[in-house]
């Protein structure tokens, strides 16, 4: 078991308890206003909450940044106001979310930092002409494969999606959740909250 949430409440859950298995794909299901937004916002830290959420046997404290440090990553319901760095190039979003990984003496290191966004945009295979580009000029599907990219490189092992697939057309729905699978079966935990 990696995730034990025990009798979470706040303004919007009720005493929820469940458990997540390391490499499982668990699926929260709810139309708008059901909570699964809240209930993912509560596990990252980002609303308050009553209970316990226990995290690869550690409590997890209420904060983004210590469940960041802890292995867990949050691709968020709203992708352009709260996934990305619209204006900033794909290079920029990529790395964000560990640059310690890419930096050396408080520098960013700029081979480093485009080998990882090249390998990224392979990998998910990002539709772009250079990695330069605005991250807001990119399709739906491409932006949120970049926000997938920036929590794949923190390193997270437990990956939560809230609407992975809203607004996207249906080829990249498709390679969504062929990397998600693919993801879990190299041993990634994966949440995904859906109203689909």
């Known amino acids: 078991t990696i995730l034990k949430v025990r009798n ?13 298995h390391a490499g499982e794909i668990a699926g929260f299901y709810g139309l708008v206003g059901a909570g699964k937004t809240e209930l993912a916002r509560a596990i ?14 550690e409590k997890l ?3 983004p940044d210590k469940a960041i440090a802890a292995g867990i ?16 190039t794909i290079r920029s979003n990529v790395p964000v979310m560990n640059m310690d990984k890419i930096t050396q003496g408080g520098f960013i290191n700029d081979g480093m930092e485009r080998n990882v966004t090249l390998e990224y945009i392979d990998k998910l295979k990002i539709a772009t002409n250079s990695i330069e580009k605005e991250a807001g000029k990119l399709y739906g599907g491409n ?10 490189f923190a390193d997270a092992d437990l990956l939560m999606l809230d609407e992975p697939t809203r607004g996207i ?8 959740y062929t990397l998600i699978r ?3 079966s190299e041993g990634k ?6 109203s689909e």
């Open 73 to 88: 990553a949050l691709v968020p319901e709203e992708r352009r106001s709260q996934g990305l760095f619209t204006i900033l």
């Open 189 to 194: 935990t994966i949440i995904i909250f859906s």
């Open 143 to 152: 932006q949120q494969k970049v926000v997938l990219s920036k929590c794949l």
């Open 61 to 63: 404290k209420p904060a």
């Open 182 to 184: 693919k993801l879990s």
């Open 8 to 20: 979470l409440s706040n303004h919007r859950l009720n005493d929820i308890s469940f458990d997540i």
């Open 44 to 57: 990252y830290g980002v609303d308050s909450y009553e209970g316990d959420i226990i995290f690869k046997g």
């Open 169 to 176: 057309d249906v080829g990249a729905k498709s390679e969504i």
